[in-house]
């Protein structure tokens, strides 16, 4: 087993939750020297509380909620040079 193969399913599990706990975010690691060195930054960080992180994912669920899809047509886009093209 190399440092330089790929990370395990198990460090992965463990990066997203030590980032839930700490509350921060992380780069997916390509090799298990850097998820291992990944974990032990988070690990080094303090822990938000269980309020802190529900507020969190609250807020970013309500900041995706506000968010139109970026296929919807914006009022800036139906008007202008070629807005009245029509298909032959």
Known sequence: MAFDD???RKQLNYLRSL???TATTFSP???RLQA???IDRLKRLSRSS???RREGRRAVSRGLAEQ?????VRDDEIAGYGSQARWA
């Not at 139109?68 to 919807?72: D, H, I, L, Y």
């Open 36 to 38: 291992r060195r990944e």
């Open 6 to 8: 790929p990370p395990t």
């Open 19 to 21: 980032a839930e706990q």
């Open 50 to 52: 269980r309020h802190e």
């Open 29 to 31: 690691p390509s090799t």
């Open 68 to 72: 139109q899809p970026a296929s919807t």
